[in-house]
């Protein structure tokens, strides 16, 4: 199974991002496994700490290390993304020479109550994403007005037209990190009890 580490940029219980991530996770599998990082209990990035990595760092950064692909899903801050992003990328691409985004196929999607979706804030996190060496998916665009009614509690996608659109999302995904990935180092596969 392809493995896909999960950034959502909200540590919001009852976040509409994390629950946008669960919905696609639905639509992914069995093909992709969407597993989500935990990016609470990882401080701000701070370098006097690079010597000896807080232990919430060095094991998200394995978790996107073992994973076959990235997946962002981002809540729109102020027109930006959040800082919660922005800090476990910067956590990513160090220590120097160790960027854990380095090469992986990548997408990007986010929601908001608002009409336009968060695309101000996925503007932002692109360039970012750019530069960290994430192999980010272009098209299509996933900037959803969240609709609570379209979602169930446990993922389920209730209206057709969303459901439809998320997993187009999806099949465009699953060919996008196919064509993009890499060969596998033998640790890597090792790491993902794949060798
Ligand atoms: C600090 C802050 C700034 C926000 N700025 C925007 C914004 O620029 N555009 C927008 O559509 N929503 C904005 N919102 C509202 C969020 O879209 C809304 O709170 C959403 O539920 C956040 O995503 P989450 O539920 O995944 O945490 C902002 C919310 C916060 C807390």
Redesign the pocket.
Known sequence: MTDVAVL???L?R??????LAVALGKLAAPRLNFRIVDLSDVPMYNDDLIQNLPEPVARMKREIETADAVMFVT??????F?AVLKNAIDWGTRPYGKNSFSAKPGGLVG????A???A??QNHLKGVLNVVDVVLMGQPEVYLT?KADDFAEDGTVRNDHTREFLQRYIERFVKWIERTSEPKTTAQADANGTN
Request: proline share 11%; aromatic share 8%; charged share 20%.
């Open positions: 959502v940029g909200s919001r009852d976040s509409i991002n994390r629950k809540p729109e801050y102020n027109r930006s959040p929601t908001s109550p608002g336009t979706g968060t101000a804030g969240w």
